[in-house]
């Protein structure tokens, strides 16, 4: 879906974060091993051999299973479906998450039951892959994350009734193996003092064991506000609190005013560690603030740095009637370190040129901050300290990248639904800019759709309906290529290989040269 390039519109003054953590893989339909491409088309395992301009389809193994249903003349009845969701590869190691679903009908009672299982296969023969184990977690799939050989999906559960104390499974977990289910232990059952409705079921599972190690239920979180870092978990814990102003309890202008409170938001974030033993609970921090939706922590050397946006108003108690008036809200943002006991050792709360903090970048090695007029690099060389290095120009991404050069490459969604991409210098200079239309905005949903190669020039990312490449020259970010394929476009992946670019999404594999982009061959699974 290429379009013309447009003006860059005035971007949202919302707080945002982008982390690129290593070690730590998401969920995806689409893995690449050497020359093997492993995707989940429709209810099946698919494994291509592709090597260069020769492929070769290896094996397609049944991993789901339509929907189906049963009865008798009774008037009982029975469905079910199992639907792939995702995998996981690790070595010779396979891993396939699927949403099962069923229900049954007895005696005039109808029961639902949703939860995510999870298949472990052994792949070290493409052309037969051997289910070696199923296990499995109650709710709906949210997501998944692998850290060295250790697995965590994280899934919603329902709270269906909890004053029911005689039908646990309404507010109980459980966690299912191939032959039957339990429920959850009451040592696996955590609840957040200030959580809402949701409950977060975190399972944790070895890949090289192929089994599942344990699993633990969180209430008052849903599990969209979970933040995975390589081998850890975080949880947001979310509380308004109150303090009496100093300013003057009265006021010859308002008489009647006795008081004025300020509102202020705080984030408890509790940690879970996950490895390839299990999840267990580890250290818990506390900063103000609200935290961005995602990629607002991200590990830095021996402990972690957060991003959190201090909103809060002051509000006017009256004696009378009419009660409380608010007055100016306060807004801000800081940046925190914490140690590896979630204690802030150091906070940042504006830059040197004044700015409030709009955006923090994550990388490994450095911690990028950005206001309205420009951006910085955080030093955090002295314990206990963030200074801010003035750097270049203003940054605002939801995805950053490396780029040639030592500089960036930042993707953001524009407030119309748009995309832009904006390229940047190792000194922060912007070099190139450009929006894209709204066909592109689900982009951004997950890192594993991009490709950007700095050594061959090249940026590659999903549209609506094709993957598209494009080049910088001269100060412009330009149009090369749009690859059409018959399924979503969503579910595209780029990769090199044996020194070809390849774009293969559940159905098929295009293969090009990357110094020129002509096709080399292309293939259907």
Known sequence: AEGDGADVQAHS???????????????????????YIYTLTDKNLTIFHLSGEAGELISTTPVGTAWSSSGDGSGS????????????????????????????????????????????????DPHTPVLLASAGQSGVYSDAWMSGGALCVATDFSVLDASDAADTDKFIPRVHTAADSRLLETESLYALPNG???????????????????AVAV???????????????FLTDTRSVSAESPLSRRSTEYPRLVASLRMLETSRFPCFDFDASGIRPAASGVVSGLLPERSAIAPFGSGYVCLSE??????????????????????????????????????????????????????????????ENGSCTADLSVPGTITAVPGGDAILADALLPWKNGGYAAFRYESAGQMALALYDSSLKKTAERTFGSDYSS?????????????KNLLGFAADDSYCLYAENNGEIEYCLSVFLTDWAWNARAFEQNGYLCIADRREAFVYLPDTLESAASFLF
Do not use: H
Not at 196 to 214: F, H, I, P, R
Not at 325 to 330: F, I, L, N, R
Not at 443 to 455: K, R
């Open 77 to 124: 009845f029975a469905g079910s479906e199992r639907t792939p969701l995702a995998l996981f590869l690790r070595g010779s190691r396979l891993a396939v998450l699927l949403d099962v679903y069923g229900y049954e009908s007895f005696g005039g009672e109808m029961r639902y039951s949703e939860y995510v299982g999870v298949d472990f296969y052994d792949v070290s």
């Open 13 to 35: 003054s919302a707080l945002r974060a982008a982390a690129s953590p290593e070690d730590l893989t998401e969920s995806d339909i689409l893995r690449v091993d050497g020359e």
């Open 310 to 371: 201090v909103s809060g108003s002051y509000t006017n108690m009256y004696v009378g009637k009419g009660g409380p008036a608010p007055a100016a809200e306060q807004t801000g943002s800081a940046l925190y370190t914490l140690d590896a006991a979630l204690t802030v050792t150091a906070k940042l709360s504006a830059l040197p040129n004044g700015d409030s903090i709009l955006w923090a970048g994550f990388t490994p090695e450095t911690v990028l901050l950005s206001g």
């Open 443 to 455: 982009t951004l949903e997950s890192l594993q759709s991009y490709i950007v190669l700095p050594e």
């Open 196 to 214: 809402g409705e949701g409950c977060t079921v975190l399972g944790g599972y070895s890949l090289d064991e192929a089994a599942q190690k344990n």
């Open 219 to 233: 209430y008052g979180i849903e599990a969209k506000n979970v933040y995975a870092v390589p081998g850890g978990l």
